[in-house]
């Protein structure tokens, strides 16, 4: 706490100055490089931090700009330019613009009918552990789709089984490819529990919740008014 103007007066006039300057004197001697040295440091570490901060947002922009020019080569149908672009992203030190990147190229071989090299793709980002969650579920639920009908059941209900419930931001995409793995698997009740939670589930689109319905009704689940009182929620 500092001192007030007079209590610093009364403390002043206790201290010898003879024995205050020696005591500075002391400890600038002993401990002044040290303080010194530390203040570089942390300036330097400050000054380093800036520079980062700086080259960090300088890096995305630029790389916003690299995924516009894909984007726009696309739709010019020059997948020889959009790929070139889309390579170099693909390595961003920018989560982001990874991700984006790496999607759209899964997507573009999905256009060609390449679903394994599709997969593999949507594969790179779901194990990437420097992404957030949100990217790798999107990825794997993408994964699975580019794969489904190569997986076993029972490889499907692993992998998406986790966001097979309701509230998760997949629930639809996964919770439809998880209830038709029971139904593979001969377990109708599971299916058509399932099936009922996704036609009662507000967040759902439309014709994903249409199919929920109608699938709900094959297996004696009677989810029509449940969707009905979604719609008008």
Do not use: C
């Amino acid at each position: 706490m500092a001192l007030t103007p007079q209590s610093s007066q009364a403390f002043m006039s206790e201290v010898d100055d003879e024995l205050r300057r020696d005591r500075l004197t002391r400890f600038w001697t002993r401990w002044g490089l040290i303080v010194g040295a530390l203040v570089v440091i942390v300036l330097a570490a400050f000054g380093g931090y800036l520079y980062w901060q700086h080259h960090r947002t300088q890096a995305a922009a630029a790389d916003g700009e690299q995924l516009q020019s894909a984007y726009d080569a696309l739709a010019e149908n020059d997948t020889k330019t959009a790929d070139a672009k889309l390579k170099t992203l693909a390595a961003s030190n920018v989560d982001a613009y990874r991700a984006l990147a790496q999607f759209t190229q899964a997507d573009i071989l999905l256009q060609k009918d390449d679903l394994k090299g599709a997969a593999a793709r949507f594969a790179t980002i779901a194990n990437d552990a420097s992404l957030a969650k949100p990217f790798r579920d999107l990825a794997l639920v993408r994964q699975t789709m580019a794969e489904y009908d190569t997986l076993k059941p029972e490889a499907v209900i692993a992998r998406l089984g986790g966001m097979a419930v309701p509230g998760n931001a997949y629930f639809g995409s996964a919770g439809e490819m998880v209830a038709i793995a029971y139904l593979r698997q001969n377990k109708r009740a599971q299916a058509g529990r399932l099936f009922g939670q996704i036609a009662s589930e507000k967040d759902v689109p439309d014709t994903l919740r249409q199919r929920a319905v109608q699938m709900a009704g094959v297996l004696g689940v009677d989810a029509v008014g449940q969707s009905e009182d979604t719609k008008t929620q």
